[in-house]
């Protein structure tokens, strides 16, 4: 009888806790749709240039449905549009061979690239070694492994996943501890208390971010074509604004059970629009949601520093994207605040 009544009182707590509740039922659902509306989506077609090739080849593999193709004058035009990643790479001659530059960030469209030239090529002619490429790589190598092209990526998501549950626990913590209730009792305001708790906070999570990265590519030998100060910059503002969100969303929580129920429905999200997966195969409804995610900016930022070794021209609109976030952040903590003393 004591063990069924306390059945009977854990099963009444679950059931007047109605986000919990909906977090069981909703959180998986929402993760197996995101699954299934990635990896059922499209196939992914390489765009591939062609740059002064016999007019009649190119007709010939313009009519697959595999690829995209793309034809170019001149080599320095195939060159800057493989710099901007409109095209994963370009054929053009080289003596009395064909050669394949390839843009070389991420392995997985490189060999797609790589396989559909040299199967098209074979299927015109079997008996031509033309099915043969010269290939060389933007960025990259042969060798780059898909730890080299996902390490980026998952090195900013574990600071933002980290970063967000360690601040928005510990904010909480202030709140149900009382610390929150008298610091809102004394003459400080309410932009001033969101500051002081970012910048405190801040320099935790500055520590940790440089850590994590001097680890990852410096022990574990990640792939950094860059300069590491780029990194830490980027890592710097990733932890800010999982920091500001955190918080944020610590005050919708009433305790470390709720605050943990964010992370299905805001962290997991972000993964499928990280760079993980090629965002050109998800579903076009689906693909607008990656811009509004700052985890997107952040690997996008990393990769383009620690593998195509870029500078502050490339990642600028990056970190004023997550520098936006941040600021959008704490204006919303300063508002959040008001639930707790009016002006």
């Known amino acids: 009888m004591r063990v069924i009544a306390l059945v009977k009182r854990i099963l009444k707590q679950i059931v007047r806790d109605k986000r919990t509740m909906a977090l069981l039922i909703m959180a998986p659902i929402l993760v197996l749709t995101m699954l299934h509306l990635v990896f059922n989506g499209e196939n992914y077609k390489p765009k591939v240039g062609f740059v002064d090739l016999p007019t009649a080849l190119v007709e010939q593999l313009d009519d697959a449905d595999e690829a995209t193709v793309n034809l170019y004058e001149t080599t320095d035009e195939a060159q800057t549009a493989l710099k901007e990643r409109d095209i994963d790479?370009?054929?053009?001659?080289?003596?009395?061979?064909?050669?394949?530059?390839?843009?070389?960030?991420?392995?997985?469209?490189?060999?797609?690239?790589?396989?559909?030239?040299?199967?098209?090529?074979?299927?015109?002619?079997?008996?031509?070694?033309?099915?043969?490429?010269?290939?060389?790589?933007?960025?990259?190598?042969?060798?780059?492994?898909?730890?080299?092209?996902?390490?980026?990526?998952?090195?900013?998501?574990?600071?933002?996943?980290?970063?967000?549950?360690?601040?928005?626990?510990?904010?909480?913590?202030?709140?149900?501890?009382?610390?929150?209730?008298?610091?809102?009792?004394?003459?400080?305001?309410?932009?001033?208390?969101?500051?002081?708790?970012?910048?405190?906070?801040?320099?935790?999570?500055?520590?940790?971010?440089?850590?994590?990265?001097?680890?990852?590519i410096y022990v574990l030998g990640m792939m950094m074509e860059g300069a590491f100060i780029y990194v830490l910059v980027i890592t710097l503002l990733l932890s800010l604004t999982a920091l500001t969100l955190g918080v944020l969303l610590s005050a919708f929580a009433n305790n470390e059970l709720q605050m943990i129920q964010f992370i299905p429905l805001v962290i997991v999200p972000q993964i499928f629009f990280s760079g993980l997966f090629n965002l050109e195969t998800i579903s076009d409804y689906l693909s607008w949601v990656g811009p509004l995610t700052p985890l997107y900016y952040g690997a996008d930022a990393l990769r383009n520093v620690m593998i195509r070794g870029y500078g502050w021209?490339?990642?600028?609109?990056?970190?004023?994207?997550?520098?936006?976030?941040?600021?959008?952040?704490?204006?919303?903590?300063?508002?959040?605040?008001?639930?707790?003393?009016?002006i």
């Open 89 to 216: 790479g370009y054929v053009s001659r080289s003596g009395t061979s064909l050669q394949l530059t390839l843009e070389g960030s991420d392995p997985t469209i490189n060999g797609a690239t790589m396989k559909w030239l040299q199967e098209s090529l074979k299927s015109l002619n079997p008996d031509s070694s033309a099915a043969m490429l010269e290939v060389n790589y933007l960025h990259g190598s042969s060798k780059m492994s898909q730890f080299d092209s996902f390490g980026p990526v998952l090195l900013g998501f574990f600071i933002f996943f980290f970063v967000f549950l360690i601040a928005g626990v510990s904010f909480l913590r202030e709140r149900t501890t009382g610390t929150l209730e008298r610091l809102l009792c004394s003459p400080l305001r309410k932009w001033e208390i969101v500051i002081g708790y970012v910048i405190g906070f801040g320099i935790f999570t500055m520590i940790q971010a440089t850590i994590i990265a001097s680890y990852a």
């Open 313 to 342: 021209g490339e990642i600028s609109f990056d970190l004023l994207m997550l520098a936006g976030f941040s600021l959008l952040f704490m204006i919303l903590n300063i508002l959040a605040l008001k639930k707790y003393r009016s």
